[in-house]
């Protein structure tokens, strides 16, 4: 059976990033996510985009090229609006003037951080972000190295901070080698993700796999696959998430004889 699916990460659009290099390459993206049951897909592109000064305008006029191609084809599956937006210190200013874009003209944002780099900013600016109303939603955290290295930073971003993870199905499926499977694994046994995407690339490079990462996702915690396709859709109407009941990172047996020892001879 082929389920019904939204896509919420993607570079679909023509020659805009290190997505779809052509028209024909975009449109065979879509025909392929299409034949898998995709019903919408968000084009999410880069920002930034280096000479590119009207960035928002630039990406509108990409998208309504790419649907009347889509269209043309004779293809039925939706293109949202949206952008993965590499966090700096001006991205609460650039909302706030209304230069970049949300998932779904909603009040959910798509962020990502540089890899392996955990911003000084970061508390600073997610509050700035959500005292403007944004529900914002972090793209692959299982790729960075410093959330690789420090966990426990996860629950933070979620618990405190009131963040959304999104887990790529290529991590979850192995396409980003087995450190990032292991940490998307661990991410989704503890309950701490609240969405799947793709982000596919292109036709033949970081090619579609949501359906497959679903499946796995499903076995690996069942009912995590309802929740991530009833989230998905969730978002593009501007509603709250679904959320899996959190668990505690279980301390291994070694971490649980250090840590009595430290705390004895504090005693």
């Given at each position: 059976?082929?389920?019904?699916?939204?896509?919420?990460?993607?570079?679909?659009?023509?020659?805009?990033?290190?997505?779809?290099?052509?028209?024909?390459?975009?449109?065979?993206?879509?025909?392929?996510?299409?034949?898998?049951?995709?019903?919408?897909?968000?084009?999410?592109?880069?920002?930034?985009?280096?000479?590119?000064?009207?960035?928002?305008?630039?990406?509108?006029?990409?998208?309504?090229?790419?649907?009347?191609?889509?269209?043309?084809?004779?293809?039925?599956?939706?293109?949202?609006?949206?952008?993965?937006?590499?966090?700096?210190?001006?991205?609460?200013?650039?909302?706030?003037?209304?230069?970049?874009?949300?998932?779904?003209?909603?009040?959910?944002?798509?962020?990502?951080?540089?890899?392996?780099?955990?911003?000084?900013?970061?508390?600073?600016?997610?509050?700035?972000?959500?005292?403007?109303?944004?529900?914002?939603?972090?793209?692959?955290?299982?790729?960075?190295?410093?959330?690789?290295?420090?966990?426990?930073?996860?629950?933070?971003?979620?618990?405190?901070?009131?963040l959304n993870l999104m887990l790529n199905s290529s991590s979850l499926v192995g396409k980003h080698g087995s450190k990032t499977k292991e940490t998307a694994e661990k991410i989704l046994?503890?309950?701490?993700?609240?969405?799947?995407?793709?982000?596919?690339?292109?036709?033949?490079r970081r090619t579609f796999s949501l359906d497959q990462g679903l499946k796995r996702a499903e076995s690996l915690k069942p009912g995590s696959r309802d929740i991530f396709l009833k989230?998905?859709?969730?978002?593009?109407?501007?509603?709250?998430?679904?959320?899996?009941?959190?668990?505690?990172?279980?301390?291994?047996?070694?971490?649980?004889?250090?840590?009595?020892?430290?705390?004895?001879?504090d005693i």
């Open positions: 059976m082929v389920i019904k699916m939204i896509d919420l990460h993607s570079h679909i659009l023509t020659g805009v990033d290190d997505g779809a290099a052509s028209a024909e390459e975009s449109l065979a993206v879509l025909k392929a996510m299409e034949a898998k049951g995709v019903k919408k897909v968000a084009a999410t592109s880069h920002y930034p985009l280096y000479e590119i000064d009207n960035y928002k305008g630039f990406i509108l006029d990409k998208l309504q090229q790419l649907r009347q191609e889509a269209e043309a084809a004779g293809l039925e599956i939706e293109i949202l609006s949206g952008s993965e937006i590499l966090i700096d210190r001006k991205t609460a200013e650039l909302f706030y003037r209304d230069q970049l874009l949300t998932l779904n003209e909603t009040n959910y944002i798509l962020l990502e951080t540089y890899p392996n780099t955990y911003p000084d900013y970061f508390s600073d600016l997610i509050h700035d972000l959500k005292a403007m109303g944004y529900q914002i939603i972090i793209a692959h955290p299982e790729k960075y190295p410093y959330i690789q290295a420090d966990f426990s930073l996860l629950y933070q971003w979620v618990e405190e901070y009131g046994r503890l309950g701490l993700p609240q969405l799947m995407a793709s982000d596919t690339h292109g036709i033949k989230n998905a859709e969730a978002v593009t109407k501007n509603h709250k998430l679904e959320k899996f009941e959190i668990k505690r990172e279980e301390k291994s047996i070694l971490k649980k004889f250090f840590s009595f020892f430290s705390s004895s001879k």
